[in-house]
C-alpha cells in the first residue's frame, strides 16, 4: 500500500512579492525625499570629509558679498547678534546656530558671529559639503 501525501511542499521562494514591497518602498522614498528640503541660501560651501546630522537650529549664512542673513532673512551686520538671540529664543537648553559660510569669504567672519555665539553660550556648527 502506497501511504504518500498528494501535496508536495516545494522548497522554493517566489521573490514576485519581495520586489513590489522593494519597487513600492523606493518610489516612497523617492516622493519623501523630494518633500525634505534645507531652509537655507545657496551657498558653495567648504569641502569636509566629516559628517554631521543636522538638528532644528537658527541658521546664519554669509554670502561672498558678505551680506548676513539669519534664516535666510538679511540682516546688517550690526543688528545680526540681536536677530541670533531673537530667532535663538531665552531657553538655556538646545540652543544651537548653524553657520553657512561661502568658501571665499574670510575666516574673521565667520570667527564674529561664532564669537556672538559663544558670548551668549549658544552652541555653533559649521555647515560643509561632503567632498
Given amino acids: 500500500m502506497n501511504i504518500r501525501g498528494r501535496n508536495k511542499v516545494t522548497p522554493e521562494f517566489n521573490m514576485s512579492s519581495m ?3 522593494v519597487f513600492l518602498l523606493l518610489i516612497f522614498f523617492m ?5 525634505v528640503s534645507a ?6 560651501l567648504p569641502k569636509s570629509s566629516s559628517k554631521t546630522t543636522q538638528s532644528k537650529s537658527v541658521t546664519v549664512s554669509i554670502n561672498k558679498k558678505l551680506e548676513y542673513f539669519v534664516d535666510r532673512k538679511k540682516v546688517p ?3 545680526l547678534e ?3 538671540l531673537a ?3 531665552k531657553s538655556k537648553v538646545g540652543r544651537t546656530i548653524t553657520l553657512r559660510v561661502e568658501e571665499s569669504v574670510a575666516m574673521k567672519n565667520a570667527v564674529y558671529v561664532m564669537d556672538i555665539a ?3 553660550r549658544i552652541k555653533s ?4 559639503r561632503a567632498k
Fill in 82 to 84: 540681536r536677530a541670533i
Fill in 118 to 120: 559663544n558670548r551668549n
Fill in 77 to 79: 551686520k550690526r543688528q
Fill in 39 to 44: 531652509d537655507a541660501i545657496d551657498l558653495l
Fill in 125 to 128: 556648527s559649521l555647515a560643509v
Fill in 19 to 21: 520586489t513590489d514591497i
Fill in 87 to 89: 530667532k535663538v529664543g
Fill in 31 to 35: 516622493i519623501a525625499s523630494t518633500l
